[in-house]
C-alpha cells in the first residue's frame, strides 16, 4: 500500500445491527438489517447503502472530470447506483449494480462515451471490475 495519497479508514461493532465510525469521527452510524434480509428494518443504514453512495458519488466525480476534459456541459447531472443484493445463505450472496447517470441536454452518443469512459477510471468500478455484474444507463432528456 505505498504511495497512497489519502487512506480512509472506519470500524465496525456489531456487524449489521451494530455501528460504524470512521476514525476521524466524520461518519457514525447505527446499522440495520432491511427487512428485505431478513432483519427488523431498523432506522440504521446498511453495508449497501454505503456502499451505493460512495460509489455514485465517485463515479459521478469522475465523469464530471472527464467532461470537464472534453468540455461537455454536465449542468444538473446525476448519478444513481443501485446496488442488488442476490442469492443467499447456502450459495453467498452477490451483488448486481445499475448505474444510472442522467444528463440533461447531452447528445446521446456522448454520453454514453462519457458513462463507459467513468467506468474505465472510477476507482470502485476498477475495483469490482469482473466481480460484479454492472449495468450503463444514460437518462438523457428524451426519456
Not at 470500524?11 to 432491511?34: A, H, M, Q, Y
Not at 447506483?81 to 450459495?91: D, F, Q, R, T
Not at 456522448?110 to 475495483?127: D, I, K, M, W
Request: a negative charge; proline letters at 5%; one cysteine or more.
Amino acid at each position: 500500500m505505498s504511495n497512497a495519497i489519502y487512506t480512509a479508514a472506519a470500524t465496525s461493532w456489531g456487524g449489521r445491527e451494530g455501528k460504524v465510525v470512521t476514525t476521524d469521527d466524520r461518519v457514525n452510524l447505527d446499522l440495520s438489517i432491511p427487512k428485505e434480509m431478513g432483519g427488523n428494518g431498523g432506522p440504521g443504514t446498511n453495508p449497501e447503502q454505503l456502499f451505493a453512495s460512495g460509489w455514485a458519488a465517485c463515479f459521478h466525480n469522475a465523469m464530471k472530470a472527464i467532461a470537464r476534459s472534453k468540455k461537455v456541459d454536465m449542468t444538473d447531472s446525476a448519478v444513481t447506483l443501485e446496488v442488488n443484493v442476490v442469492g443467499g445463505m447456502s450459495a453467498g450472496f452477490d451483488f448486481e449494480v445499475t448505474i444510472n447517470a442522467q444528463i440533461p441536454g447531452i447528445d446521446p452518443v456522448v454520453g454514453q462515451e462519457l458513462l463507459e469512459a467513468a467506468h474505465n477510471v472510477c476507482p470502485y468500478s476498477r475495483a469490482t471490475r469482473g466481480n460484479i455484474p454492472v449495468k450503463l444507463n444514460l437518462i438523457t432528456d428524451e426519456d
